[in-house]
């Protein structure tokens, strides 16, 4: 399934989430392809980013990742850097963006 999510970046911490999102733990990597990620890309736009995910199931993926330790300390960094973050909650389950045109 593909699934596209949007969150903001804070205007002033542009280029530490660029430079954190060139240090991706390689642990993290692993632990999202694990839980059924094939694909993660980020788009931004000013301080708007997209997300687009091909999993076999988002809320599955999500639930795997909230408990992760790994995953919670990235969560963490990113909480510093974010203002509207991903919700890897069951909530977040609810949380992809609605298909509004499609080829």
Do not use: C
């Not at 804070?10 to 240090?23: G, L």
């Not at 094939?38 to 999993?55: A, C, K, M, N, Q």
């Not at 990742?65 to 977040?92: F, T």
């Amino acid at each position: 399934m593909r699934v596209a999510l949007h969150t903001r970046v804070m205007a002033d911490r542009i280029t530490d989430y660029e430079q954190a999102h060139r240090e991706v733990p390689e642990e993290l990597v692993t632990a999202i392809r694990a839980a059924g990620a094939t694909e993660w890309t980020i788009w931004r736009s000013g301080i708007d980013l997209f997300h687009l995910l091909e999993v076999e199931d988002y809320p599955k993926l999500i639930a795997e990742l909230n408990e992760l330790p790994v995953n919670v300390a990235w969560q963490e960094r990113m909480a510093q850097i974010l203002d509207v973050v991903h919700d890897y909650s069951a909530d977040g389950a609810g949380a992809p963006l609605p298909v509004v045109w499609q080829l």
